[in-house]
């Protein structure tokens, strides 16, 4: 089993920044990936961001700024089984729960876990 714990939600002005962590616990050695999701009041949960065990991250493009270059960063901290979420130029529409996610592939089939959420809202 993993355990994902998340923490550094709140609320924030537009075009402000936050930084989400997520810690990870357990059974984390055989992850081979962990993301970010959200999900809005009425919508469905959708990718942020994920980040590869060798560091390849992906990110939606509605966190993508001009020119590719990310509103949004992801990173890794393995010494601190932590990963985190560099937020900036905050958009209301970020407005959403945000959930830590761990990812083991498996031949058949990928098992996932999820954090309890972390509330965050950018006001106008």
């Known amino acids: 089993q993993v355990q994902l714990v998340e923490s550094g939600g709140g609320l924030v002005q537009a075009g402000g920044s936050l930084r989400l962590s997520c810690a990870a616990s357990g059974t984390i050695f055989s992850i081979n990936a962990m993301g970010w999701y959200r999900q809005a009041p009425g919508k469905q949960r959708e990718l942020v961001a994920t980040?590869?065990?060798?560091?390849?991250?992906?990110?939606?493009?509605?966190v993508k700024g001009r020119f590719t270059i990310s509103r949004f960063t992801i990173s890794r901290d393995n010494t601190k089984n932590t990963v985190y979420l560099q937020m900036n130029s905050l958009k209301p529409e970020d407005t959403a729960v945000y959930y830590c996610?761990?990812?083991?592939?498996?031949?058949?089939?990928?098992?996932?876990?999820w954090g309890q959420g972390t509330q965050v809202t950018v006001s106008s």
């Open positions: 980040i590869t065990s060798g560091g390849t991250t992906n990110y939606a493009d509605s």
């Open positions: 996610n761990a990812a083991r592939w498996g031949p058949a089939a990928t098992t996932e876990y």
